[in-house]
């Protein structure tokens, strides 16, 4: 189907209003119910209780404005949210469960794996899934080539061959559905995996091969091509994970090829939440044939209730994050145009971008910003800082020199959050990466409201840098890190556990007792065993999970 083409019962999409969301400096005073307009109907009591919910979100990071960097991804225009927000409400209560009884629920869907289809190689016999994000997308990939691989073999443990920068999303299936998971070497130079290789890991018992398009930590596109090809020499299938990157990339001048259009891919995810810019979560994951997609179902007529066919692992599927994904990609559509009449200020008259000015804008926004991180032949970078990864898209790492005079990169992350931008920090990468060693980074995903903010961004990273070089690199307490090595974290009480908290600096205020500078915490993650800080997170999380007593 067209995108571009709008239907003309678009009675549904009337009388749109600004977006119920906070302005982009967060919200407003305790209590303020900002953009929850349209409320005047409801008695006091409902208005205090949404203003107590509004007010739950003090203490969240800004979802507008393009200052978080992770997370969430906001385009920047108005008018997308409200569109976005309006097909949400407006099909809230249906459930995905049955589409023979609510028949919108595979329009829409068919719509959706139409459109992503027709930007990533698919064809007439491409078929696809709506997921509920990235990370179900890469289990039902995992879960199909699973039953696949039973299918051919009835003895054995199959394994998924990935590279060392694949998605944890990879070791959550294999871990859900008994799989090994064979971590490959990437180059040490580029980040990329390395297609050679990728094709000696590949054997008898491989059930699925992965590539990234591109890998989320370091922003770099897989070698697919070469990828795809060996793992058809086995005929094992091969899924391209381009959640992150799926909306981006078909639109930028010559992209690498990653798409089911290159021999080999039998399947390819992409995150309509991330870069296709609507409320979590809803990605779409599409098959070469129905055969595959077929693999990851689950039909059931012999129980005492009604039929039961699941696509995804879900039954009831909440169809509010799809409708949201199908009214933008019917409002932006891929190339610009006239918004119409009686659009809402902020778009000042002029043309509305398409997905396609969408995406460049925000690649062009992340090379600039790599470009004032490393410095050009006519500007310096920031010293003491680089990037890690060419540009491929829209995502941008950076790492410090690791000189006792150059900025810690984990006390530059904190400093960028005392001035209003939040990156996520990243753990280093050691043996995966043959004998050298990726130091920590700092991961930013640029989107169409931080397009127009490098400045701003590259303006509060000298400043950061500068404070952070005055601060003094952080470092873990080497007692702690060799008494750490030798803890078996399978045989620590829950008290030992929150001793070790302490120790790291985690107390016991709120927000699971996290410290407002984090440096020293990431510090400690990144140089125990990795077991041991697998416990130690979850046992942050379960506090913060734990209701007051």
């Known amino acids: ?6 239907d003309g019962d678009a009675a549904g999409l009337q ?29 006091d009591r409902a208005r205090r209780v949404l203003a107590d919910l509004a007010d739950l979100r003090r203490d969240d990071l800004p979802t507008r404005g393009g200052t978080t960097t992770a997370y969430v991804f906001d385009s920047g225009l108005d008018q997308v949210d409200a569109v976005a927000l309006r097909a949400y409400e407006l099909l809230a209560h249906v459930n995905g469960l049955d589409p023979t009884q609510f028949p919108s629920v595979a329009r829409i869907e068919n719509d959706l794996v139409s459109i992503v289809a027709g930007q990533l190689g698919g064809d007439h016999e ?13 289990l039902l990939a995992v879960l199909g080539a699973r039953e696949l691989w039973r299918r051919r073999r009835s003895t054995g443990n199959p394994r998924i061959v990935v590279p060392a920068t694949a998605h944890a999303a990879f070791f959550k299936a294999a871990h859900l559905f008994g799989l090994k998971v064979q971590t490959v070497p990437v180059d040490p130079d580029t980040l990329r995996a390395d297609p050679e290789q990728m094709a000696a890991a590949i054997g008898p018992r491989t059930a699925l091969v992965v590539a990234s398009a591109p890998a989320y930590a370091y922003g ?29 990339l078909p639109f930028l001048d010559d992209p690498p090829a990653f798409g089911l259009d290159v021999p080999g891919v039998t399947s390819i995810a992409v995150d309509l939440h991330k870069y296709g810019y609507v ?25 005492a209730g009604y039929p039961l066919v699941n696509p995804t692992l879900q039954s009831s599927r909440p169809v509010g994050p799809m409708a949201s994904a199908w009214a933008v990609q019917k409002f932006l559509g891929i190339e610009d145009h006239d918004p119409g009449a009686g659009s809402s200020p902020g778009t000042g008259g002029a043309a509305m971008p398409g997905f396609r000015s969408l995406a460049r804008s925000a690649h062009d926004a992340a090379r600039r910003l790599a470009a004032g991180i490393d410095g050009t032949a006519g500007r310096p970078g920031i010293g003491g800082l680089r990037t890690v990864g060419d540009v491929d898209s829209t995502l941008v790492a950076f790492t410090d020199d690791g000189g006792p005079d150059d900025p810690d990169v984990r006390v530059v992350v904190d400093e960028l959050a005392q001035r209003g931008w939040y990156l996520q920090v990243q753990p280093s990468m050691g043996t995966a ?11 930013a995903s640029i989107t169409g409201a931080a397009a127009g903010r490098i400045d701003e961004l590259l303006t509060a990273l000298r400043d950061s840098a500068d404070a952070a070089r005055a601060h003094g690199r952080v470092e873990p307490d080497a007692q702690l890190v060799e008494m750490a090595r030798t ?63």
Do not use: N, Y
């Open 220 to 248: 770099v596109v897989d070698p697919v091509e070469p990828i795809a090809a060996a793992a058809a020499q086995w005929e094992v299938p091969c899924h391209v994970d381009a959640c992150i990157g799926g909306w981006i």
């Open 433 to 443: 990466l043959r004998a050298r060693r990726v130091p920590m980074t700092a991961h």
């Open 126 to 138: 491409t078929v696809g899934t709506v997921t509920s994000g990235g990370t179900e997308s890469c």
């Open 487 to 549: 803890i078996e974290p399978a045989e620590l009480t829950e008290e030992q556990v929150e001793g070790l908290l302490r120790l790291a600096g985690v107390g016991d205020g709120g927000h699971a007792g996290l410290p407002a500078r984090m440096a020293p915490v990431h510090a400690l993650v990144d140089a125990v065993p990795a077991p041991l800080a697998e416990r130690l997170l979850a046992a942050v999380l379960s506090r913060q999970l734990t209701p007051p007593r």
């Open 279 to 303: 409320p979590k979560g809803v990605s779409v994951l599409l098959h070469r044939s129905a055969e595959l997609r077929r693999l990851h179902w689950f039909t059931l007529a012999g129980w």
């Open 1 to 6: 189907m067209d995108p571009d083409a709008v």
């Open 15 to 43: 009388g749109l209003e600004r977006a119920a969301d906070p302005p982009p400096g967060g919200l407003g005073t305790p209590g303020d119910l900002g953009g929850l307009g349209g409320l005047g109907g409801l008695g």
